[in-house]
C-alpha cells in the first residue's frame, strides 16, 4: 500500500511540477526519483519533512516572479530546476531515508534496544539537518532578493548587487530562519501524530525539532552563503551578476568582472557542500546530547 501512496504522491507533484515549468524534464524524472524513495517510508516524518520543503519552496520561487525578474534576468532560467539542482537537494535526504528504511521499516521504536532508537534518533535528526539546510537556504535565496537594500557580502560585509554568492540580509536571515523552524514543525507534527504512544512513553526522546530545524537552518544557510563568497565566483556580466561561468564562457567575455570569490566550486556543489556539512554538524550535536 505504501508504494502505491508514494507512486501516486509522487506522480501528482512531479506532473504538476513540471507543467508549472518549476522542474525541467530532466529534473521532473530525478524528483521523481527522490520523492519514492522518501514517501514509501514507514515513518511519516520523511515524508512531511519532504513536503514542507518541496511546496514551500516552490511557493517561494514563483512569489513576486516578475519583480524578482527585474531586479535580475536571469530569475525565469534559475527558477527552473534540472536534475543537477534537484539531486543537489534530495540525494543526501533520499541517502538517509534509504538507510532508515533498511534499518527500521516496519519496526516500532518500543520493540527496538535503547542503541537502536539512538540510531533512530540519529537518521531522523540528520534527515531534518539536511533538509533545514535546503528549505532555509532556498528561502534565504527567494525571499531575501526581495530585501529593499542591497545585500552585504558575508566575508567583509560590503554591499554588493542582488544576486551576488555570497551576499546576506537581514530578510534573508530571518527567512532562513523561518524555512529551518517550518521543517522542523512538519516533523514535530508527524512525529507526535505516528508515534505519539511512544514519546510519551519515552521510547523516542522528546526533541523540539521546530528548535533544531531552526538552528540548523540558519547555520546550513550561513555555510552556504560563506562558501558562495569564498569558494564560488560571482561575476559581472553585461551590468548583470552571473556565476558558474567556464573558462570558454570567460574567454568569450572579455568585460567580464569578478566581484567576490574563486572559479572552484559550482552553485549545485556548494548546496552539497553546505547541506553534507550541516548534516555532520547535526549529528556531532545530537551525538554529545544523547
Known amino acids: 500500500m505504501r508504494v502505491y501512496f508514494a507512486l501516486l504522491l509522487t506522480g501528482v507533484l512531479c506532473l504538476s511540477s513540471f507543467r508549472r515549468g ?74 538517509i531515508s534509504v538507510v532508515y528504511q533498511y534499518q527500521f521499516d516496519g519496526r516500532r521504536p518500543e520493540e527496538l534496544t535503547a542503541a537502536e532508537r539512538k540510531v533512530m534518533t540519529m537518521l531522523i535528526w540528520m534527515y531534518i539537518a539536511f533538509y533545514s539546510c535546503c528549505t532555509a537556504d532556498t528561502w534565504a535565496s527567494e525571499i531575501g532578493s526581495l530585501n529593499s537594500n542591497w545585500p552585504v557580502l558575508i566575508t567583509t560585509l560590503e554591499s554588493v548587487p542582488p544576486g551576488t554568492n555570497g551576499g546576506i540580509s537581514k530578510l534573508g536571515v530571518l527567512s532562513s530562519f523561518a524555512g529551518g523552524a517550518t521543517v522542523g514543525l512538519a516533523a514535530d507534527a508527524a512525529l507526535w501524530a505516528q508515534y505519539y504512544a511512544a514519546l510519551r512513553l519515552h521510547a523516542l526522546p522528546r526533541i523540539p525539532y521546530i528548535m533544531v530545524g531552526s538552528l540548523l537552518g540558519v547555520l546550513g544557510s550561513t555555510l552556504d552563503s560563506f562558501l558562495g563568497a569564498t569558494v564560488q565566483a560571482s561575476y559581472i556580466v553585461d551590468r548583470h551578476v552571473v556565476s558558474d561561468l567556464t573558462e570558454d564562457e570567460l574567454q568569450r567575455l572579455p568585460d567580464t568582472k569578478m566581484i567576490c570569490g574563486r572559479n572552484i566550486l559550482s552553485n549545485n556543489m556548494v548546496n552539497v557542500v553546505a547541506s553534507v556539512g550541516t548534516v555532520a554538524a547535526g549529528g556531532v550535536l545530537l551525538a554529545l546530547l544523547l
Open 22 to 95: 518549476t522542474l525541467s524534464l530532466s529534473g521532473t524524472i530525478t524528483a521523481a526519483f527522490v520523492g519514492f524513495t522518501t514517501a514509501s517510508n514507514d515513518n511519516m516524518l520523511f515524508t512531511a519533512v519532504l513536503l514542507a520543503f518541496f511546496c514551500t519552496s516552490t511557493f517561494w520561487t514563483k512569489y513576486q516572479a516578475q519583480q524578482k525578474m527585474k531586479m535580475d534576468p536571469s530569475f525565469a532560467k534559475s527558477s527552473q530546476r534540472d536534475w543537477r539542482q534537484v539531486l543537489s537537494n534530495g540525494c543526501v535526504g533520499s541517502l
